[in-house]
């Protein structure tokens, strides 16, 4: 293993007093302390996963960051402290029992920029949902995190002709989509909706659907976050485009068309910032 030279050893270990010392003092000062944001990385932890006489932990890579006492002024504003925070360590080399120990923690002030759209159209359309920059309490924020929650409601006709007799299939669902592409989960597209049988005496087949889907929550990846940081800190607040298309087919028929359809969704865009 890779030691740690002895320069490198003490400055270490006075970085950790300087925090340990900002925390005791912001401890007795009433729990909250000046802090810093530190940017998320992900580590080697090692986390309980079975409680009992004794614990057992294990390792495993996990996603941390946020914020930490300072002594002066930080640029993340003040901190309240979790005094309920644990940190777990192993009691001895090959073994995976545990032990924990306070370890207070610092939780970012943070704000949250929010702002929701609504858009009802005929399916194919496009439109753009912005959190504006003002929204945002200056451009030198940093974007800690970002979701998106999407309500939609489906309803189409679809009209077809064909000789009498014959057998036929339809069906649909719209498309969904949103630009830049990677920015979020995926959206997905609405429950297809269809219908078979043998085409009547009178010719047409008129089929009519609707779906009034749940709302749905999209976290934003870290290519989104990175865009919505860079959108920020422009000036320009935060796009995005959400983008549907017809996913449908027929077969049996001469003509058919499916109209009117149309899509409608209520879009909430929403970025955790410190």
Do not use: H
């Amino acid at each position: 293993a890779k030691s740690l030279s002895r320069p490198m050893v003490m400055m270490y270990l006075c970085k950790s007093w300087v925090v340990a010392l900002a925390i005791l003092a912001a401890l007795a000062a009433g729990q909250t302390c000046p802090c810093s944001f530190s940017p998320t990385v992900t580590s080697n932890q090692v986390v309980l996963v079975q409680a009992g006489n004794p614990n057992r932990c294990a390792t495993e890579s996990r996603t941390s960051g946020g914020c930490y006492c300072v002594s002066g002024t930080g640029d993340a504003g003040v901190c309240d402290i979790d005094t309920g925070a644990l940190v777990w360590e192993f009691v001895g080399a090959g073994s995976d029992v545990c032990t924990s120990s306070p370890n207070p923690v610092a939780l970012c002030p943070g704000s949250e920029a929010t702002f929701t759209c609504e858009y009802d159209d005929s399916v194919s359309w496009t439109t753009v949902c912005t959190i504006p920059q003002s929204q945002f309490s200056s451009t030198s924020v940093t974007i800690v995190s970002l979701s998106v929650t999407i309500k939609q409601e489906d309803n189409f006709t679809f009209t077809g002709l064909g000789v009498p007799g014959n057998s036929y299939s339809l069906s649909y669902a719209t498309g969904n989509t949103i630009l830049p592409v990677n920015s979020f989960e995926t959206w997905p597209n609405t429950p297809t909706k269809s219908d078979s049988g043998l085409i009547p005496g009178g010719e047409e087949v008129t089929f009519i659907a609707s779906s009034d889907i749940a709302a749905i929550t999209l976290d934003g990846t870290a290519s989104g976050i990175a865009f919505a940081q860079s959108s920020v800190s422009s000036g320009t607040g935060v796009s995005f485009q959400f983008r549907t298309s017809q996913v449908s087919s027929a077969s049996g028929f001469n003509s058919n068309e499916f109209f009117p359809v149309f899509s409608r969704v209520t879009i909430t865009l929403k970025a955790a910032y410190v």
